[in-house]
């Protein structure tokens, strides 16, 4: 089975510049969600989708980054502009539909943004 | 937002050591999940608990849902050299139409030789 797919692998981009980061989840996941990683840190939630619709979208900072999943399958996330500060890891992940009590949830290798 | 403390921060042992690692959280959660983080790559799921008192094994790891659905840990047993990197417990809490996802900080876990 194959996981969880995320593009580019690596980028680095001017702060003040625009980057899109794209995720296909694991197929027949309904739930795919983003996450950032600072370095030395844990994982922290950006956004959740359910198929093609926003479950939690709380910790996304709305003024800069956007995320969408317009056929409830692939997403992209874009961050526009680039801040210092938004050097990261983004991981994309996908579980099964959230009704289900043993659902995992199963990660990406990640995009390792560096703004400069 | 939850939180969890993760401990310890980060560990160096000999090859051949057991090597233990705890969560603790102030809220409940649904399931705890163990991931490790190699270099350069995405967390990768070691372990998945799903009930309080919960007790499972995944080779040399074992791992254990607390009673009290505030904590967990995870044990490594004859340690080796593929085990170094990062090891982070994550509570998993469905809140409504959410799955709301919190890790811990992190355990970097280094064997010497």
């Known amino acids: 089975e194959a996981g969880v797919a995320q593009s580019p692998r690596y980028k680095i981009i001017e702060k003040r510049q625009s980057v899109a980061f794209w995720c296909n989840p694991i197929s027949g996941h309904a739930t795919l969600y983003w996450y950032q990683q600072i370095l030395g840190q844990g994982p922290k939630l950006l956004i959740q989708?359910?198929?093609?619709?926003?479950?939690?979208d709380s910790q996304l900072p709305k003024d800069r980054f956007s995320a969408e999943r317009l056929k409830g399958v692939d997403s992209t996330l874009k961050i526009q502009p680039a801040k210092l500060e938004d050097s990261a890891v983004y991981l994309c992940?996908?579980?099964?539909?959230?009704?289900?009590?043993?659902?995992?949830?199963?990660f990406g290798e990640g995009s390792w943004l560096t703004v400069v | 937002g939850q939180q969890l403390n993760q401990s310890p921060q980060s560990m160096f042992i000999q090859e051949g050591e057991d090597v233990s690692m705890n969560c603790t959280s102030s809220?409940?959660?649904?399931?705890w999940l163990w991931y490790k983080q190699d270099p350069g790559e995405g967390p990768v799921l070691l372990i998945a608990l799903y009930k309080a008192g919960e007790l499972t094994s995944n080779g040399r790891l074992t791992a254990q849902f607390g009673i009290t659905r505030k904590d967990s840990f995870l044990n490594i047993s004859a340690s080796i050299p593929s085990d170094v990197g990062i090891y982070f417990c994550?509570?998993?809490?469905?809140?409504?139409?959410?799955?709301?996802?919190?890790f811990g900080s992190g355990t970097q876990l280094t064997v010497l030789p």
């Open positions: 989708f359910q198929n093609n619709g926003v479950v939690d």
């Open positions: 809220s409940i959660f649904n399931t």
């Open positions: 992940a996908s579980s099964l539909l959230r009704t289900s009590s043993r659902n995992t949830i199963y």
């Open positions: 994550a509570g998993l809490l469905f809140s409504g139409s959410a799955r709301q996802l919190t």
